[in-house]
């Protein structure tokens, strides 16, 4: 009989904030897999989730989707990663792939789920503490109260008119992947009369360059860092 | 020394979607709390944590926070609770509060939190998993892809313009408070265009009338509905 597929995620980069679920699944998964876009560059979800699996007679397995720009480079990656893991499950074996915070929040295992699902497998999702309800308990700000709305955008060339329209409409917004764009969110917040205090950055929280704090235009920032904006 | 206030997201119904910290604390806390509109009702939350908890020699304690139409009744019945918080605290207990989903999406508790913090008193925030992550695992949908934004909008008079907004702007929406308003978000969805099939209905996950589909116009749905809505 096959195994099944398991996309599990792990949170925030905190053991503690692993779920009950994600680690009784892990503890008896044959394979713990996780996505690499180079070989051997490691992952920042299966060091969360070592220290508190039992590892014991556990195969851990790296499955390569490369990010080059050439489509059929990255095409051909997938389909040799999925080809692989499939002959895995083929010989019976349950897998559980980790991903950092929540498996719906930008990860690469909801386009390996569908292909394996259509390819007839099994598969089973266990969602996980996405960074930015972290980064806000971290701040000690709520994300939203009362009837407010949350617009979620990540700063891309192709979002500056999503992330405007979102200071205009929405009471909180928070931008993602924001590392190096705090001086042009500080400038799209003047732009439209926020208060810059009405800003929190939330960077590389439990890493090296941790910041909590009120926009500093003068600070370089860690790769993980979100801005949270409360208009209210 | 006076206690400690925590308080704890235990996402979204599932007793194994609890974190390892969420369940630590709440073992080792002295009194588990958690907040009800009116006496006795008792607490989703609460029934959560319930079978994964040490429970021996544990104190369990309901605050009422009143919805009451009238401010004057609201402030004081909050007041008073408030009041018999900070007196736990002062005797040295350390109080675990506890919450339905992420405790940054419209919890009761940032409210309580904000005022026992002015009173001196030390407090804590865990994360959960909100309500939304889980209902798109459910749902097998990943809630936003490489760079796509996420509006997260409320069903309420006042968010009409800001669901219209997102509609239009947003790859991703999630309307939340749904159970009432299927066929309002249907019309909205038509005058612009984006078939009804974009959207998901996530009803009442793990409870009775649970429903996870596309939008039926002819059924009624429970309390905790959410709509996931995917334009590409």
Request: hydrophobic share 40%; proline share 6%; aromatic share 8%.
């Given at each position: ?7 599990i995620g792990v ?7 692993v779920t009950l679920k994600a680690r009784r699944i892990l ?22 989730v ?76 266990v969602?996980g ?104």
């Open positions: 009989m096959a195994g099944k597929l398991y996309g949170g925030p980069g905190d053991s503690g904030l503890d008896r998964c044959d394979i713990i897999a996780y996505p690499v876009k180079v070989p051997g560059e490691g992952s920042v979800a299966f060091d969360i070592r220290p508190i699996v039992d590892m014991e007679g556990k195969r851990i397995e790296e499955f390569v989707f490369s990010m080059d720009p050439d489509d059929s480079v990255r095409m051909n990656c997938r389909s040799k990663a999925i080809d692989r893991m499939c002959a895995l499950l083929d010989q019976g074996n349950d897998i559980a792939m980790v991903t950092l915070g929540d498996v719906g929040v930008y990860s690469t295992y909801m386009y390996i789920d569908q292909e394996i699902r259509e390819r007839g497998y099994e598969t089973d999702i969602p503490i996405p960074s930015f309800c972290h980064g806000a308990s971290v701040a000690g700000l709520p994300l939203m109260i009362g009837n407010e709305g949350l617009a979620i955008v990540p700063v891309a060339k192709e979002n500056s008119q999503l992330l405007g329209n979102s200071l205009d409409n929405f009471d909180n917004i928070v931008v993602m992947k924001a590392f190096k764009s705090i001086p042009m969110i500080a400038k799209m917040m003047d732009e439209r009369g926020i208060d810059r205090s009405k800003a929190t950055v939330i960077s590389n929280v439990g890493m090296p360059g941790e910041y909590v704090g009120p926009m500093d235009l003068t600070r370089e920032y860690g790769y993980f860092t979100t801005v949270l904006i409360k208009k209210r």
